[in-house]
């Protein structure tokens, strides 16, 4: 259980809530939520969006009944949170660039942070897709060197990668493979899948992936992984 | 646990009768980050075959109303990957380990049946009734007769008590069940998850590679208290009820009906504490009720 | 409603393929407190029986996760009092009539459709599935010999098209939907209720006074899709399918599945404009997806 | 839909609630009430405990889930009410003496109101029985002409009916059997059942109750009754 500090919308269908709670959180690592009882079933995966100290954020877009009933609490509600979970993003050393798209932003917030703090003299660029509507893009601008901003488009049109560049993607699985085909094999990528999860702790098998190594679970082995691991690349 | 939830299955004692379901639960591992096993009655392996398996491609979890449909393909490491690396963990878990088998045919049930031989594992859950795998388990758990066969095939070559997996899909299990006693089986569990399917209307096509796939939790416990009802009237030997069990008063339920362990599985996920919720449950409910053991209510319906 | 749902099952023309299930609607006339019966593609009688029928003593509903058991055990007026006072209401209204018939023995079946010739029904729907009423229509529907048997007798005599109600709790469903095919039906309904137990555990009894009863509503749904799959694959006669629709994603799901109508029972009494909100959301989606009639998606998975 | 007017706890476990609604409304009449989408499926029978126009009461005791998410509404909040369901108390000529139990005594104050509406010249007395603690007592008293008053007994033990009245009773079953075979013959005795419900309107036969007069739906038929057709007396 944690407390709701705050839920808002901050794009249409898209939410940011910030929930109490301490403990050691990586980049790329997620949640399991929940705000109901049985229907639905099972908690839903979160990415942290940020996290510092007894603030931890998640952003998220209302797509079902999951993220629409967490979309309904308010301020000093609970939320059952169980986490963090999942690998995380590796440490990046040299100079960071993040692709995201869509929903898929919602991680590589806390990554952008997290690098520059271990790298003050780090170099990060940050390309951003959406179908129709932007956010969060001026939180990246604030941080980021760069922000390569796309709406409607096909942002792996528009990616440069620089040299000594770690490149780091979330969005839709099209736009991963794209990233993942697109970055010359110089420069490692990494990419953070997603699947549906029952147990989020890898005991049931049900988020498992192919890799080059035979299968992944998402949830625990995952769900980060270097795109060579689950792209033919 | 105090002795209101000990239970004896046959001559296997179990500090109580909850047991976290076959596939739910891995090799117990990612569970010790909430409690020590050793709080449980026993615990049960994922489903193992022969060789390793890689289970089913695509999608393989679907959310239905209070229930989950799973197309995991019982992926598993294989037996002998099981006894190297898993079992000499597992043994040293102060509870009872049941060790779960599917197969594709007669020959590997049997093999696989061998390989535990050489572990001392208490009791073997026989699954003839995975609906997951093509040429699986499940062919065997619909016919009285072919559950019967394969059930006295494997207790002949096993040194260890076999508790037999039915499946809620097939003729009546009763008679299944029936079967199964008469072949030699020790004990009977029930039930396996539901033949189910889901479409994905977006998509215009069905959710599983598989076509269908099984369906398991809450939605399934009436289903699975009428079936263990049904069986525990029909044979003699020890039950171990499961379906879509997910608090004490569920679990309890089961226990009137006749069970004499129960198994938690999907609720699991929803709820990691569940089984020790369960337990702690039950036990209040003994000395509210002011039970000596929570025996004294089994079969009382 | 529009061309977009116009539906034929065989040669009867349904304005939709959305009919309230037997025994969740009574003869309608509750109904039209909510909206105008004509809107419906059609509507099915609760089931009647040659004799009236007090239906079953003790508690009849008890809910269960996403789901609800009941034991009304056929509660009907009886044939006679049906013709008399319920259908020439019923038949007024511009809707396809569907009359629900179930039985305890071959006479009651062979009698009670032989009244029914003398009222111009255009579909009878033979219940042969309810597990609700002992000596009840169950043991035919359970097994494919008897079912095709029964199946026979009343294609025969009635001067109506015969629908087969098929139960969930048999042998392999598809084999006994052929059975009826064999045997003369023109059409399959599916699923009846799913057979299922409640125990009371504060009492230390069991909730139905029948023992067992009949699980419906959206938990049974995975099960009866696919169900309702595995007849539209195995027959060439229509499928009228059910079990657990509550909006018209699910519904379209079914007719995904093969089914050319589909009928509403336990969302009903959850909402009792489901019926034509179903209708809407299938119109909505014909108009959306671009297609000129329902019939366009039906069996694509 | 309906909006919730206000929704107090009155004391441990039993709650008032008031929303919006206008209509014909009867004493004893019920409303199935639901706040929740599948989990519990079903809509809950709620009597009605007082109504004026724009303005309807229900009282009621949280003993499960359904209870248990009406209890958590709060003002302006959205609840589906579909109603009212039910024949209601007959219109009571003479005097009215009413025997209440527990949460049987919500839909009393409603017809004790009404009845005095109607019959200005009237006398009413009202009994009512309590387990551990009373509610609405004080209501009562300043209703009707004489309230008596019993927490953890039997409160036929105290009941007389006296010449002329009719009496009507709701509460645990047991009781309204022992007030049935209590009052002497002369009396009419009209009793409030109770049955789980699916429908609430007639259609699903789950609520049947055995009569006299072969099987009637409480819902529809009831949930009112004249003590003969209901009891063996
Ligand atoms: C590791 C991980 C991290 C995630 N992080 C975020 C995040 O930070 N913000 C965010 O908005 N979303 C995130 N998601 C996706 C999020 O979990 C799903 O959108 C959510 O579970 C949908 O729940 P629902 O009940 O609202 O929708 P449902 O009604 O369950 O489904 C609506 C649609 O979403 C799809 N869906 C359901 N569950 C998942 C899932 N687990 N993964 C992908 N698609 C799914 C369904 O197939 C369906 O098409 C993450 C998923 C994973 C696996
Ligand atoms: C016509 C009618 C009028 C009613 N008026 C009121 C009222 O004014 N105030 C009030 O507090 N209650 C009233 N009730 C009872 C109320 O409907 C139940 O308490 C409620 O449905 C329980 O729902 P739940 O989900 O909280 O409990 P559940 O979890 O469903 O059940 C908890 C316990 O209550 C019992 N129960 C469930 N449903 C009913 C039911 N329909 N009738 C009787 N017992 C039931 C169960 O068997 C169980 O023991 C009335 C019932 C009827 C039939
Ligand atoms: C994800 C998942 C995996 C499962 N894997 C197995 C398995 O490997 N072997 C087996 O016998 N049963 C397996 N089952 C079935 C469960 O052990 C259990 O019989 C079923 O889920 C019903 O219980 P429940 O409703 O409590 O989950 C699995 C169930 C789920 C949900
Ligand atoms: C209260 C109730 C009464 C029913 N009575 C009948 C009946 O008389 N005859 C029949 O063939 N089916 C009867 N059924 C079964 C339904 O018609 C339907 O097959 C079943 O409920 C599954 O559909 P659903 O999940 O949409 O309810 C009844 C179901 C319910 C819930
Ligand atoms: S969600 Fe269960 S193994 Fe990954
Ligand atoms: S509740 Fe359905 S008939 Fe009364």
New interface residues.
């Given amino acids: 259980m944690a407390l709701v500090q705050s839920n808002t919308c901050v794009s249409p269908g898209i939410y940011k809530m910030t929930v109490d709670f301490t403990g050691a959180v990586k980049p790329g690592q997620f949640f399991m939520l929940?705000a109901w009882?049985?229907?639905?079933?099972?908690?839903r995966p979160i990415s942290v969006h940020n996290y510092e100290p007894g603030k931890l954020t998640f952003l998220y877009q209302v797509v079902g009944k999951g993220t629409e009933i967490l979309s309904q609490l308010q301020s000093n509600d609970d939320v059952t949170i169980?986490g963090p979970y999942g690998n995380g993003f590796p440490e990046i050393t040299g100079d960071l660039c993040v692709v995201g798209g869509g929903i898929g932003t919602a991680p590589l917030y806390y990554l952008v942070r997290h690098y520059q703090k271990q790298n003050p003299a780090g170099k990060c660029r940050v390309y951003l897709g959406f179908r129709d509507i932007a956010y969060g893009a001026d939180a990246f601008a604030a941080l980021a060197d760069e922000v390569v901003l796309d709406v409607g488009g096909i942002i792996t049109h528009k990616l440069t990668v620089l040299p000594g560049e770690t490149v780091v993607t979330c969005g839709p699985e099209i736009m991963m493979a794209a990233v993942a085909s697109a970055v010359p094999a110089e420069h490692a990528v990494y990419v953070s899948l997603e699947a549906?999860?029952?147990?989020?702790?890898?005991?049931?098998?049900?988020?498992?992936c192919?890799t080059r190594s035979?299968?992944k679970k998402v949830c625990?082995d995952g769900p980060v992984f270097g795109r060579e691991e689950v792209f033919n690349v | 646990m105090s002795d209101y939830l000990e239970t004896k299955f046959n001559d296997i004692l179990f500090k109580n009768p909850v047991i976290p379901a076959s596939g739910t639960f891995g090799f117990g591992r990612e569970y010790e980050a909430f409690y020590d096993l050793a709080k449980l009655g026993g615990l049960c392996s994922k489903g193992l075959t022969l060789e390793p398996k890689s289970g089913n491609t695509g999608m393989r979890l679907w959310e239905t109303p209070a229930g989950l449909m799973n197309s995991i393909g019982l992926e598993n490491p294989g037996i002998d990957a099981f006894i190297e690396k898993e079992w000499p963990h597992l043994k040293n878990i102060d509870t009872v380990t049941i060790v779960n088998v599917g197969g594709k045919d007669e020959e590997s049930y049997l093999t696989a049946i061998e390989k535990l031989n050489t572990i001392d594992a208490q009791l073997i859950e026989l699954n003839i009734s995975c609906p997951n795998v093509k040429a699986g388990g499940m062919a065997y758990g619909i016919k009285a007769t072919t559950a019967g066969d394969i059930t006295k095939k494997v207790v002949d070559i096993s040194r260890h008590p076999i508790m037999v997996k039915l499946s809620p899909n097939g003729e009546a299990v009763a008679d299944i069940a029936r079967a199964c006693e008469a072949a030699g089986a020790q004990g009977i569990s029930l039930i396996n998850t539901l033949q189910g399917m889901a479409i994905d209307y977006r998509k215009k096509a069905v959710v599983f590679d598989n076509l269908y796939a099984g369906l398991s939790g809450p939605a399934v416990k009436p289903v699975a208290l009428r079936m263990t009802h049904q069986v525990c009237q029909a044979v003699k030997i020890p039950v171990m009820a499961m379906g879509g069990i997910s608090d004490w008063k569920d679990a309890l339920e089961f226990i009137m009906a006749g069970a004499t362990c129960i198994q938690i599985g999907t609720i699991n996920f929803n709820n990691p504490m569940a089984p020790i919720e369960i337990i702690e449950g039950l036990k209040a409910y003994c000395i509210k009720e002011g039970l000596a053991n929570i025996g004294e209510v089994r079969g009382i319906v």
Same sequence: chains 1, 4.
């Fill in positions: 929940r009882d049985k229907d639905p079933l099972l908690s169980q549906h999860m029952a147990c989020g702790i890898g005991a049931c098998l049900g988020c498992t192919e035979g299968n625990k």
